[in-house]
Nanobody
């Protein structure tokens, strides 16, 4: 099975930066579209960013210009560089692998493997 492990979360002041990593153990995910999602208390899980096998990225409007997603297929790792963080960015962040072949990328149901999540807390 594929195991995804997120790291890099923590507590940061508004305006600060964090870099999240998601490493896959075992098999390579180089051919898969990968996504980052987040979930705040009492809210639905929402799409944050996604990246194709070749490095083409997609972002939610709420994070465009502030977050950057990248991947290193040789290391089976994807990253989320977060800058200009806001209190509303506070959430548990998850990486996931998409298994469907549709053109829709922002639905959690279309992803089959998920990491355990890493907490990001932005203080005001």
């Amino acid at each position: 099975q594929v195991q995804l492990v997120e790291s890099g979360g923590g507590l940061v002041q508004a305006g600060g930066s964090l870099r999240l990593s998601c490493a896959a153990s075992g098999r390579s995910f180089s051919s898969y579209f990968m996504g980052w999602f987040r979930q705040a208390p009492g809210k639905e899980r929402e799409f944050v960013a996604g990246i194709t096998w070749s490095g083409i990225t997609y972002y939610a409007d709420s994070v465009k210009g502030r977050f950057t997603m990248s991947r290193d297929n040789a290391k089976n790792t994807v990253y989320l560089q977060m800058t200009s963080l806001k209190p509303e960015d506070t959430a548990v962040y998850y990486c996931a692998r998409r298994f469907t072949q549709t053109t829709i990328i922002n639905r959690p149901i279309d992803y089959d493997y998920w990491g355990q999540g890493t907490q990001v807390t932005v203080s005001s």
